[in-house]
Structures are given as C-alpha cells and as structure tokens.
C-alpha cells in the first residue's frame, strides 16, 4: 500500500527550497539559500533514513501534523556516515515545528548562506554525482573561490518520473556578494 501511495504523494509536490542565483559560471551557478527548517535522519548506511523522513512529515511527530513534502531531497556523505535529510515548508519555524517522535531524527534550522551549484539529468549515481563534483571544483578553482565543506547531491524528483529528472550537486562556498559589499 505504502508503494502506491508513495509516487501520488511525491508527484504532489508544490513547494521547492528557495534561493536566489547571484552569478553564473559557466555551467553552475553561485546561489544564495535563506535559512530554512530541515529533518534529517543520518546513518552508515547510504540511501536508508526516506521511510523514517517520510513517517516525520506523514504525522509521526510531537503534533501528529502531515506536512507537505518538498524538494530537493538532500544527501551527503561524510566519512563513516550519509545523511538525508527533507526541506521543511516556509511557514515552519524554529518556534512551531513539530517534533519528531522518532529520536534518530533530527529537526534543525539550517542556517543557508552561498553555495555553488551544477545540474544534471537523469537518475543520480556514484559516478554523476563524482564527474559533476570535480566538475564544479574545477570551476571553483579556476574562479579562486574557496569551498567550506562538503558537497551535497540534491535530488528533485520522485524515482518514479523517468525523464526532465533534475540532480544538483551543491557545495558550500565563501563567496562575498558584490552587491552587498
């Protein structure tokens, strides 16, 4: 049952994390995230934690609240652990997001700030996310724009839409805005 479900409430989709595209370079973009509330599960295993990020937003949390899902789905790997984690919808805040039940979660603010970002087609793999990786390192090299983490693989669709599938990678980077300066 969870299985067909599932695809009808992906593709129901209506809200996309924010953000705002300060310049291009070359196939990226620099972009600017305001902060936003997040759920994230993290684990040895890659790829588990979407059952218990799906089971926050259907109602297992402080509130019994069904909240929206919403894209990207976000995925890092760090040595010895990967996380998932979900955007929350804007109107949640540090004040009045539920609480998960389930303690392997973790609801948090993320504070946003720069990134540098790549798109790509397709089903997401290994291999996408390590070619699109240096090539966005690459670019930040040649820019002189210093990195200040880890990359992120953002996946925007359900598994079920097999084609116009939209991956990003994103990597957090110092960058001063020249509009602010």
């Given at each position: 049952m969870f299985f067909l479900i599932l695809p009808l409430v992906i593709m129901a989709q209506t809200e996309m994390q924010s953000y705002s595209v300060i310049k291009k370079i070359g196939d990226a973009e620099i972009r600017f995230y305001p902060p936003v509330m997040m759920a994230k599960y993290t684990d040895i295993i890659q790829g588990s934690g979407f059952g218990?990020?799906?089971?926050?937003i259907s109602g297992n949390n402080s509130n019994n609240?069904?909240?929206?899902?919403?894209?990207?789905?976000?995925?890092?790997?760090?040595?010895?652990?990967?996380?998932?984690?979900?955007?929350?919808?804007?109107?949640?805040t540090d004040e009045n997001t539920p609480k998960p039940n389930d303690s392997s979660l973790m609801?948090?603010?993320?504070k946003g700030g720069y990134f540098a970002a790549i798109k790509y087609s397709g089903y997401t793999s290994s291999l996408k996310e390590k070619e699109h990786t240096e090539i966005l390192l690459k670019l930040?090299?040649?820019?002189?724009?210093?990195?200040?983490?880890?990359?992120k693989v953002l996946v925007y669709n359900s598994p079920y839409k097999f084609i116009n599938r939209r991956n990003e990678i994103l990597i957090p980077i110092a960058f001063k805005n020249e509009i602010n300066k």
């Open positions: 218990k990020l799906f089971g926050y609240t069904k909240i929206a899902m919403t894209t990207p789905v976000h995925m890092e790997k760090k040595k010895g652990e990967n996380s998932m984690a979900f955007v929350l919808p804007k109107k949640f609801v948090f603010e993320d930040l090299k040649d820019e002189k724009i210093n990195r200040e983490g880890t990359p």
